[in-house]
């Protein structure tokens, strides 16, 4: 949900700090701020309301530097956006913390540190960890030890990185629930709460495992896991490059990453299919003896990650002839799900933090699953380190948060899995190389999709004024008419919904009017005539209506009907990745119209690391 970044150096910090804090806006924009410590030892704090370039416009006001110092940008969860509620927060002795995720028991600490003395400045549950750290260290006498003894009380998720006064030297950081990452350097290290904000100046990382606390020095790492033994957890190296997580010659980074699409998926599929084959090892070494065993599947996920579940449950009953269950990650934790024999647990996630994904994986390793595999963009991610079976999907980092690339090459992998199932249920090589030379030919399609930019500009003029779209899709098109309905709320904040189009006449069609555009993806498959009739229901209301259709559906522009001719012969398997491209650049343009953010829109953050 927030940034965080920290550093301990020879050399002044601020610059490396300000730097990441830009590189983890897209995690939150409510407030941002920076604490450092100065040559004179004392703590310097400067916090804004607003996004990262509040920060440094003050900054340019206060001009500040320090060799050690930490820094966060803020997605509000306790307590509204304000300079008061925006960390660093700080207690007595000059202790300064920042935090990712929620505090459960916040308000029981609370009233036994306001019983105590210590007076309260913000809203915060963070404040309540900073307090607990001084409080301890008045007995304990070492804030590492501090820092431990209060993590030990806190219920809830958090990553934390405190730095203090009277001990200049070191940053102490505590992970649960929450990413946080060392990043090496030559006689400097580095914190934060992702990758990217630490490119610039290492691509050697170490991942703290859950319950870890860690010392982190100038020339020194030290570990210790939640009971207290000293750990080494492996040094690993970053394929992603700085470049990779900046805008270039677009004006968005939804802009680019929408056309970084074909490459995306390219990458998501090389090395992995040769010849007319699955590679099945992709999946890991030990996919081949799990999906042979495979006989139900059952997919978890989150928001944009959701809709590629709802897809491949479509593909994977239909092509590969196994069950397949489909549910929301945070539903799925507290209904007790039944766990058919030899069922293959699926989770998707462009981050791997998603706290309700990943929480849903630790529940399942408890229930009897055959094996659990997950379908993640960040190789360094908790959900990929703790998953049995992995399918990276290559996306690149991926800023903007409505989800374009991670969605359209989450759907790729999917489909690598549909073939690798089919294979063991007794799919033939012939059918095998037809559903691979259809993945093959994805890149190719969306790049002639992406040709119709101009013509969508153009449409998305007839959106900008609209407050409410009806998206209309049948089969596995369905679920690519949530996710338009999704990106256009998103990111324009116009009130959209989608619907399978056969369930107008049960209570949809009640809103459609001349006001109310209605949207439907039409490719040319088995259920186009019945999405027809579905759309003459809505002209017959007076219904506008906006097809994405395919040159041999049948169906015609004419009076109220605007129709968008996609690519020829796009097939059934390829129709959800080709036909959710035009609604990406639908959201995009009408957002760009109505001057929203588009790549931080209001009230929600790229990676979810709380429930």
Known sequence: MCGIVGAVAERNVVPILMEGLRRLEYRGYDSAGIAVLNGSKHLTRLRTVGKVRMLDEALEQHPTDGRIGIAHTRWATHGVPSERNAHPHISRDGIAIVHNGIIENHEELRADLLRRGYPFTSETDTEVIAHRIHLHLQTLHDLFKAVRATVAELEGAYALVVVSEHDPERLILAREGCPVVIGLGVEENFVASDVAALLPVTRRFIFLEEGDVADVRRESVRILDRNGVAVERPVRESELSASAAERGPYQHFMLKEIHEQPLAIANTLQERVANGRLLEAAFGPAATAVLQRAQNVHIVACGTSYHAACVARYFIEQISKVPCAVDIASEYRYRKPLVPPDTLFVTISQSGETADTLAALRLARESGYLSSLAICNVPESSLVRESELVMLTRAGPEIGVASTKAFTTQLTALGMLVVALARHQGSDAERERALVSRLIELPAHVERTLELDPVILR?????????????????????????????????????????????????????????????????????????????????????????????????????????????????????????????????????????????????????????
């Open 459 to 611: 449409l998305a003029e007839r959106f900008a004024d609209r407050r409410h779209a009806l998206f209309l899709g049948r089969g596995a098109l369905y679920p690519i008419a949530l996710e338009g309905a999704l990106k256009l709320k998103e990111i324009s904040y116009i009130h959209a919904e989608g619907y399978p189009a056969g369930e107008l006449k049960h209570g949809p069609l009640a809103l459609v009017d001349a006001d109310m555009p209605v949207v439907a993806v039409a490719p040319n498959n088995d259920l186009l005539e019945k999405l027809k009739s579905n759309l003459m229901e809505v002209r017959a209301r007076g219904g506008e209506l906006f097809v994405f259709a395919d040159p041999e559906s049948g169906i015609s522009a004419s009076d109220g009907v605007t129709v968008i001719e996609m690519p020829r012969q796009v097939s059934y398997v390829q129709a959800p990745v080709v036909y959710s491209i035009p609604l990406q650049l639908l959201a995009y343009h009408a957002a760009i119209l109505k001057g929203t953010d588009v790549d931080q829109p209001r009230n929600l953050a790229k990676s979810v690391t709380v429930e």
